[in-house]
């Protein structure tokens, strides 16, 4: 009895190291080990580092792409000012951003926008010469899309770009969450904090 016993069991203790092994091996030989391992079976004989690389590289071309279409639109927002790329452009730029209301150009907000322009820049626009650059803003707006403002202007400039932005957001009525959202991303493409905004500064809170 206790021969016939004793067989399976040394059996299974000499194929269980085989079969543990067996498994470390599927797993070490899978990019990125057990990360990537449904997908090798649910990919049976695709190789998944070069698909990846793939991917990454199609990504990067895309983020390139959109990234030299604003700056293209950018000089073209430029030249349609007469201005250099200072401060004065850059309060028209940022409020021809805030002029947009959902998926039109706010009235409203244009006018203000025109008044603050010929008074900030000694420019004689007319509404549609702002609405030209306004046609010619990003639409789709990150974090990092006001960044290149703050480049080279003092806190004082950088604060009246912001606060220009905010008088035109603020003539068709209360700021709505959208606003907020896209003020917010002003101020923090241009750099300021809290102690810059002093009592402004609840206006972008989350």
Same mark, same amino acid.
């Given at each position: 009895?206790?021969?016939?016993? @004793?067989?399976?069991?040394?059996?299974?203790?000499?194929?269980?190291?085989?079969?543990?092994?067996?498994?470390?091996?599927?797993?070490?030989?899978?990019?990125?080990?057990?990360?990537?391992?449904? @997908?090798?079976?649910?990919?049976?004989?695709?190789?998944? @580092?070069?698909?990846?690389?793939?991917?990454?590289?199609?990504?990067?071309?895309?983020?390139?792409?959109?990234? $030299? !279409?604003?700056?293209?639109?950018?000089?073209?927002?430029?030249?349609?000012?007469?201005?250099?790329?200072?401060?004065?452009? $850059?309060?028209?730029?940022?409020?021809?951003? !805030?002029?947009?209301?959902?998926?039109?150009?706010?009235?409203?907000?244009?006018?203000? !926008?025109?008044?603050?322009? $010929?008074?900030?820049?000694?420019?004689?626009?007319?509404?549609?010469?702002?609405?030209?650059?306004?046609?010619?803003?990003?639409?789709?707006?990150?974090?990092?899309?006001?960044?290149?403002?703050?480049?080279?202007?003092?806190?004082?400039?950088?604060?009246?770009?912001?606060?220009?932005?905010?008088?035109?957001?603020?003539?068709?009525?209360? @700021?709505?969450?959208?606003?907020?959202?896209?003020?917010?991303?002003?101020?923090?493409?241009?750099?300021?904090?809290?102690?810059?905004? $002093?009592?402004?500064?609840?206006?972008?809170?989350?």
């Amino acid at each position: 009895m206790k021969t016939v016993v @004793l067989r399976p069991v040394a059996a299974l203790a000499l194929s269980w190291p085989v079969a543990v092994h067996a498994k470390d091996h599927e797993t070490s030989t899978t990019f990125l080990g057990p990360l990537t391992l449904p @997908l090798q079976r649910l990919l049976p004989g695709v190789e998944i @580092l070069p698909w990846l690389a793939g991917c990454l590289a199609i990504i990067a071309v895309v983020l390139l792409l959109i990234h $030299r !279409a604003r700056l293209a639109r950018r000089k073209v927002r430029v030249g349609i000012a007469g201005l250099s790329n200072g401060p004065r452009f $850059r309060v028209v730029d940022a409020m021809a951003h !805030a002029v947009w209301k959902g998926r039109g150009i706010n009235e409203q907000r244009l006018s203000r !926008a025109l008044e603050i322009a $010929r008074d900030t820049t000694d420019m004689d626009f007319s509404k549609d010469h702002l609405r030209e650059i306004a046609l010619r803003t990003d639409r789709i707006i990150f974090p990092s899309n006001f960044r290149w403002m703050r480049d080279g202007l003092t806190q004082p400039e950088r604060m009246v770009i912001f606060n220009s932005t905010l008088s035109v957001l603020l003539t068709d009525g209360p @700021l709505t969450r959208s606003d907020r959202s896209f003020l917010r991303t002003v101020a923090r493409g241009l750099g300021l904090k809290d102690k810059d905004l $002093r009592h402004l500064a609840h206006l972008i809170a989350t």
